[in-house]
């Protein structure tokens, strides 16, 4: 199994620009999850999907941020627009059931300026 | 309010010593996992622990879960070079999605 793949996995853009995340999660796996991770903040939880619905979005930080889910083998995360503080290592995670051991993808180091 | 508190935040020590990292909260926890994350790569789980009072060993690595299932600690001994990154705790609250702490950033010198 190829584990979970992100995609790309840097990333520098400008302040207002559309960027998107993307994520395969392992076949099988019924939950995905989208993970930010900052020195300050540590891994703070975004939104995470069961069956392709997403269950808890509340880790979301405001409008600009939107994910989707349109089949069990994709995912994709979305700011519009990209700020300075969005910069960060975005994670995409699956696992079995939303409370069984979790599959890291490698991360998204997004920069931007 | 941080749900899972680890201590300490940052360790830095010789090859060979041992220590001991910390996972502590006032909620019960059905179960508690240990992840290992490396620089540049995800978080990868070290192990699950399920009954209050459990210890597990993996190589020189031992957990153990708190009796109430509120806490957790991992101690290493002669720790090595290798052990170097983040160390997680994350707790599950049955049917959902894992709560993760902040990370013990440990960093072992030859």
């Known amino acids: 199994d190829a584990g979970v793949i992100q995609s790309p996995r840097h990333e520098v853009t400008e302040m207002g620009q559309e960027v998107t995340l993307r994520c395969k999660p392992i076949?099988?796996?019924?939950?995905l999850f989208w993970y930010r991770q900052t020195m300050m903040r540590g891994l703070e939880l975004l939104i995470y999907?069961?069956?392709?619905?997403?269950?808890?979005d509340s880790g979301m930080p405001e409008d600009r941020f939107s994910a989707k889910m349109p089949n069990a083998s994709f995912s994709t995360l979305k700011i519009q627009p990209s700020e300075p503080r969005d910069s960060a290592v975005y994670f995409c995670a699956s696992s079995t059931t939303a409370d069984n051991e979790q599959f890291f993808g490698p991360g998204t180091r997004l920069t931007v300026l | 309010t941080q749900l899972l508190e680890q201590s300490p935040q940052f360790l830095s020590i010789q090859e060979g010593e041992n220590l001991t990292v910390y996972c502590n909260s006032s909620?019960?926890?059905?179960?508690l996992q240990w992840y290992r994350q490396e620089p540049g790569e995800g978080p990868v789980l070290l192990v699950t622990v399920v009954t209050g009072g459990e210890v597990k060993k993996l190589k020189r690595l031992t957990f153990q879960f708190g009796d109430a299932r509120k806490d957790s600690s991992l101690h290493i001994t002669a720790a090595q070079p290798g052990d170097t990154g983040l160390y997680l705790c994350a707790g599950d609250q049955a049917g959902t999605a894992l709560i993760f702490g902040k990370g013990t950033t440990l960093s072992v010198s030859s």
């Open positions: 076949s099988g796996h019924n939950s």
């Open positions: 999907f069961n069956n392709n619905v997403p269950i808890d």
């Open positions: 909620s019960v926890f059905s179960s």
